[in-house]
């Protein structure tokens, strides 16, 4: 499993907020990860804020 620094982490899931509000598709494409790191990371900031209706993908 490939590990990715906080600050990689951090400047992923910014453009998944405003005002970029990217989808984590275009965010794969663009950062070269997969599609399900990305969801990966947006998932484990929304439990850690306990807080799983913001999630763009439904679990």
């Known amino acids: 499993m490939t590990h990715y620094s906080t600050e990689r ?3 992923v899931l ?3 907020l405003p ?3 990217m989808t984590i598709a275009a965010i ?3 950062e070269g990860i ?3 790191m990305g ?4 998932c484990a900031v929304a439990k850690q804020n ?3 209706s913001t999630l763009k993908i439904k679990i």
Do not use: I, T
Request: aromatic letters at 4%; a negative charge.
């Open 14 to 16: 910014s453009k998944m």
């Open 28 to 30: 794969s494409r663009e």
């Open 34 to 36: 997969s599609v399900l």
């Open 19 to 21: 005002p970029h509000n």
């Open 9 to 11: 982490k951090e400047s």
């Open 39 to 42: 969801m990966d990371f947006e």
């Open 50 to 52: 306990n807080n799983l």
